[in-house]
């Protein structure tokens, strides 16, 4: 018998939401609540905690899939989410990738659908800089863009129901975003390298500039924000266990996708 698909949509979403691989990305939102609290911003609590999941649930999806060498991907991504919502995406076969960009895609108000689509564009570039670069220095500045525009486009997309000195938002989220994307590199750089995500194989010279640029990156937040000192060191150990738990225990994209495609089907 043929279930509710409203209901089973909220079930799928369950289970992404709870899978081992992406708790790290489920992790961001209620920090960012907590920094907008600390900043005395009026918001909508729930709505804002429920988009800025959404998001970062669709970046850790689409995060993985391009860690599998999914480069591809980006383009059919851009597509789906600048679709007419007339051509909204049901059936229930589709993909991790496909069903979360659905969702952040309905997520998204019309006033902002054009300025987040660029955005998404602009990242998607980044990534692919990132994955040419050749010099330890040109894939740190990649890094560095591609954690700060992952960041601005989260404060996009929850811009219109903040209150208050909002530019303090956009600025902590984007140095708080470019420090996050800097400390992952120094846990990933090795498994990218023999994942063939790399273009240049990393010296010890490389790996020692790239845990400096990171503890430089965080040295100045801990400046600006000393009194969020605690999230952040939380928010660093939390990292570091959830992306070596899930390297060691990573199941390919494609056999994960078949596992949930079965518990759907029964």
Known sequence: MTGD????????????????????????????????????????????SELLQAYY??????????????????????????????????????????FMTEVLRNCVCDENRSSISAGLAELYCEVLGEQTAILIDTYIEHRKVIGARTAELSYRLIQNL???????????????GKVGCLIDSVIDLGFDWRSGLLSFKPSLLDRVRLIACALREGMVTLLCYPSLTDLFVAAVADNIGDRFRARHAQLPLDEAERKDKLVRAT
């Open 57 to 98: 649930l669709f970046i850790g999806v689409i995060d993985e899939a391009l860690d599998s060498g999914s480069l591809s991907l980006g383009d059919r991504i851009l597509e789906q989410f600048d679709r007419p919502a007339s051509e909204s995406l049901e059936h229930t076969d589709s993909s991790n990738v496909e």
């Open 162 to 176: 903040l209150t208050g000195e909002t530019d303090r938002v956009c600025r902590l989220m984007i140095q708080v």
């Open 5 to 48: 698909p409203l209901e089973e949509r909220r079930e799928r979403y369950r289970r992404i939401a709870r899978d081992f691989r992406y708790q790290h990305f489920v992790r961001i939102a209620p920090r960012i609540v907590r920094c907008l609290d600390h900043l005395r911003i009026e918001f909508d609590r729930m709505r804002v």
